[in-house]
């Protein structure tokens, strides 16, 4: 998801920055593109504070028995890497709504 929202943020500032002409189908389907990174956005986000949780609990169970402290370091190490991967996300979707604005001025520039 990460490289497919990061060529997509590519394709459109090439676009921007080519001075090509920007047509509100393209800012509509831009619309479109947001919502759906916003929905992958709310499932990890979901997903990251599930792990989180877990996490928790078997950081807990440690102090009961050491067995589970393999289980919770592979939890932390999995809790991590959905952080990281969350983090891409937000920022990616925050960089979508900066284009969609600069979008929305081109096209405004474009039809006056």
Do not use: W
């Amino acid at each position: 998801m990460k490289k497919y929202l990061y060529n997509y943020i590519s394709e459109i500032d090439n676009r921007i920055n080519n001075n090509d002409l920007i047509k509100e189908k393209e800012i509509q389907n831009h619309l479109i593109k947001i919502e759906f990174f916003q929905h992958e956005r709310l499932i990890h986000l979901l997903v990251t504070l599930f792990y989180a949780v877990i996490f928790l609990i078997f950081f807990g169970l440690c102090y009961i028995h050491y067995l589970f402290f393999p289980i919770t370091l592979i939890v932390l190490l999995l809790l991590i890497c959905y952080v990281i991967h969350y983090f891409h996300l937000e920022n990616g979707v925050q960089y979508l709504y900066k284009q969609y604005d600069k979008m929305q001025q081109k096209s405004s520039k474009k039809q006056v």
